[in-house]
């Protein structure tokens, strides 16, 4: 099983639509959990991070659900501009896992007229 | 951003030849990496520094060296370049438990 598992996608939405990623960690000893997004040939840039409590920043809300390792990214009144690949990071301590992140392969968005 | 940079950010070079490449950051972050990213495969970690000449083997290690004489500069080598390691290459800085920032990428080719 893969440490971060998303689903690839794609997804095609028009804009104005709600769209929802999903992914899951297999390491119940993460700690720091992340969504990037990442625009074609360019480098992964943080988005937000993801607390147990959940966030929102503007239309992007993350959640948590530690019991069952899941991370959810929430993306309201979907813009051309949210067109990308985004990224599901997860952030293991202890061991030989500490201070490295593991990335999901990333779900593609791409919203239309 | 933090401020992060790489060189060269094109590459294209010649199979069997030594290829080096530079990370230089400017945030004084202790922990570094060194990152590929292929069709299919995603982001997956080469070789990471968490200190200066303190450097650990990342998933995809073989084929590759890494150097940190300094805090601001991470050096991946490419002993003999195959085929294989054609590929984009990202570096990252950051601290434990927080994001790490990317540099811009290296479009490295062998042919």
């Known amino acids: 099983r893969k440490e971060v598992e998303q689903d690839p996608g794609p997804f095609n939405v028009p804009e104005g639509a709600t769209v929802a990623f999903n992914c899951t960690y297999s390491?119940?000893?993460?700690?720091?959990f992340f969504w990037y997004r990442q625009d074609c040939r360019k480098e992964p840039k943080l988005l937000m991070s993801v607390y147990s409590s959940g966030n929102e920043d503007g239309r992007f809300t993350a959640q948590l659900n530690r019991a069952s390792q899941y991370i959810s990214l929430l993306i309201r009144d979907s813009k051309l501009s949210d067109s990308a690949t985004y990224l599901c990071v997860v952030n293991s301590v202890g061991g030989t896992s500490y201070g490295k992140l593991t990335f999901g392969q990333g779900t593609i968005l791409t919203v239309h007229p | 951003d933090a401020g992060i940079t790489q060189s060269p950010r094109h590459k294209v070079t010649e199979t069997g030849t030594p290829v080096t490449l530079r990370c230089h950051q400017t945030e004084n972050h202790r922990y570094m990496y060194w990152y590929r990213q292929d069709p299919g495969h995603g982001l997956r970690l080469i070789h990471y520094s968490y200190g200066v000449k303190d450097t650990d083997k990342g998933e995809v290690s073989d084929g590759y060296s890494v150097s940190r004489s300094k805090t601001e500069d991470f050096l991946l080598t490419l002993e003999s370049a195959t085929s294989s390691q054609t590929s984009v290459y990202f570096c990252?800085?950051?601290?434990?438990?927080?994001?790490?920032?990317f540099g811009d990428g290296t479009r490295l080719s062998i042919l």
């Open positions: 390491n119940s000893a993460s700690q720091s």
């Open positions: 990252a800085s950051g601290r434990p438990e927080q994001p790490q920032h």
